[in-house]
């Protein structure tokens, strides 16, 4: 018994070394220029990854341009599109299509802005909100050094690529958490489809959300029920941005992602970048804040990417003017390398029933490898299985193998007890036997019932 006593210690501690293993610190990295995660409790870094480095925001810029217009426009307030605030708006960008005359209630041109990343929507509340898109830029500007952001200067509304228009992770997490307090800005940002009611020039039009993490609408493996809003992002020259929160029980973080790849390898699978990037930041931070994962001490250095050994892009690729991320009915431009020449940002989930016969956008193919890889995970709700739980997994086997141990010992020790009684029984049948032969005229006074 005792050998057999060892050999479950033996055990036991080899599963212990086994989870102190997974918990060990560790390197880790994301293939974006930039990333930050944040505790959304405490406001507490988890991990950052270059939150400093000056780059372009494309999209993400429009957290600011709807904060500012909820904080000092009305609702309710019908505002009427004009041809200045629609000019010089790149036709393969992503629009709703608002055209000179049109009136929209302010509340839709929100929905407009933060769901479909429509960037004729952010120039017509600018000069709702200021008089004109350049007075409304101060005004972001002026918000941002409230704020305490020190590495931003924003040029436009939209986050079209500007030289002198630029931001940082740090500055862009200050503004979200500054931004997603307030209950108007969260509901928008956390909606995953809207319908704008007709209008004096259009009818009704379908917004559903950029971010497919949120949605299974079109791709249901970047779907993760644990997270919430807030806003894609993408030009050739920003890469592939995202700032998402997410909520594990008591646990919420804010995640922001810029300049990520086009594509990353995620669980062996061809994923947008910025969508793999974000995924691994959460892993890795409900995985700190719960005690499975202890907090890497530095990221590693990555080396330059070269073009020739870069990932393949998903197979069917959109083209120039396409959707490149999101939802199926937009329009978008072509994803290319961050040096190449850059055109409108391009995070686009809009559906717009157009009574004019205007032709719909084309529908964006998904990563090829992404579609076969994946599908053997999916539950039939729709989400994605295929999440890294090695960490738990280990802790589950050594909670598991102790139950069975202690099963195994409570057996030992309950056949030592009854052995041991049996022992007693025989032995007092022995005396009793042993009795009758030396009193046999006492005989049935012997009788032992065991």
């Not at 599963?15 to 405490?42: E, I, Q, R, Y």
């Not at 960008?93 to 929209?104: D, I, P, Y």
């Not at 004109?132 to 040029?155: I, P, Q, R, W, Y």
């Not at 890889?373 to 295929?386: I, K, L, P, S, Y």
Request: aromatic residues 8%; contains cysteine.
């Amino acid at each position: 018994m005792k050998r057999i006593l060892c050999i479950l210690l033996v055990f036991t501690l080899l599963g212990s070394m086994a989870v102190s293993v997974s918990a060990a610190p560790a390197t880790f990295s994301v293939d974006a220029k930039a990333a930050l995660l944040l505790d959304l409790n405490t406001g507490e870094t988890i991990y950052e990854q270059d939150a400093d480095e000056i780059l372009y925001p494309a999209s993400l810029t429009k957290v600011m341009t709807a904060i500012l217009a909820i904080e000092k426009g009305n609702l309710s307030d019908v505002v009427t599109a004009s041809a200045e605030a629609l000019t010089g708006l790149d036709p393969d960008g992503t629009t709703v299509w608002l055209t000179a005359g049109e009136k929209m209630p302010l509340e839709d041109l929100l929905y407009c802005m933060l769901l479909a990343s429509a960037n004729d929507a952010c120039n017509v509340v600018a000069e709702y909100i200021a008089g004109s898109v350049d007075a409304f830029v101060d005004m972001m500007n002026e918000k941002a050094a409230e704020l305490g952001c020190v590495n931003t200067h924003f040029n436009n509304t939209n986050g079209l690529p500007d030289e002198d228009h630029w931001t940082t992770a740090r500055d862009l997490a200050v503004i979200t958490q500054y931004a997603i307090q307030n209950p108007t800005f969260w509901e928008i940002c956390t909606t995953t489809a809207y319908t704008v009611p007709a209008t004096n020039v259009f009818d009704a039009r379908m917004l559903v959300t950029t971010n497919s993490m949120t949605t299974t609408y079109k791709y249901y493996y970047y779907y993760d029920p644990r997270i919430q809003g807030v806003k894609t992002g993408f030009t050739s020259a920003a890469g592939r941005c995202l700032i998402v929160t997410a909520q594990d029980g008591d646990m919420r973080l804010l995640s922001v992602v810029l300049g990520a790849p086009d594509t990353t390898m995620y669980n062996n699978v061809n994923w947008y970048g910025h969508y793999a990037d974000t995924a691994m930041l959460l892993e890795y931070g409900f995985g700190v804040l719960s005690g499975v994962i202890q907090p890497a001490e530095e990221p590693a250095e990555e080396p330059e990417e070269d073009p020739q050994t870069a990932p393949e892009d998903p197979e069917g690729e959109p083209e120039e003017g396409e959707m490149t991320e999101e939802p199926a009915q937009s329009p978008a431009e072509e994803p290319e390398t961050p040096q190449a020449p850059v055109s409108e940002p391009v995070t686009s989930g809009l559906v717009t029933l157009d009574e004019h016969g205007q032709a719909e956008p084309s529908q964006e193919p998904e990563p090829a490898e992404a579609d076969t890889a994946v599908q053997a995970d999916r539950t039939d709700t729709g989400e994605t299985t295929e999440k890294k739980h090695f960490p738990w997994l280990l802790l589950i086997l050594l909670i598991l193998a102790v139950l069975v141990e202690a099963c195994v010992v409570y057996i030992l020790i309950y056949r030592r007890q009854y052995q041991a009684n049996q022992r007693k029984v025989a032995q007092r049948k022995a005396e009793q036997a042993e009795n009758r032969e030396s009193y046999p005229e006492y005989e049935d006074d012997f009788d032992y019932k065991s």
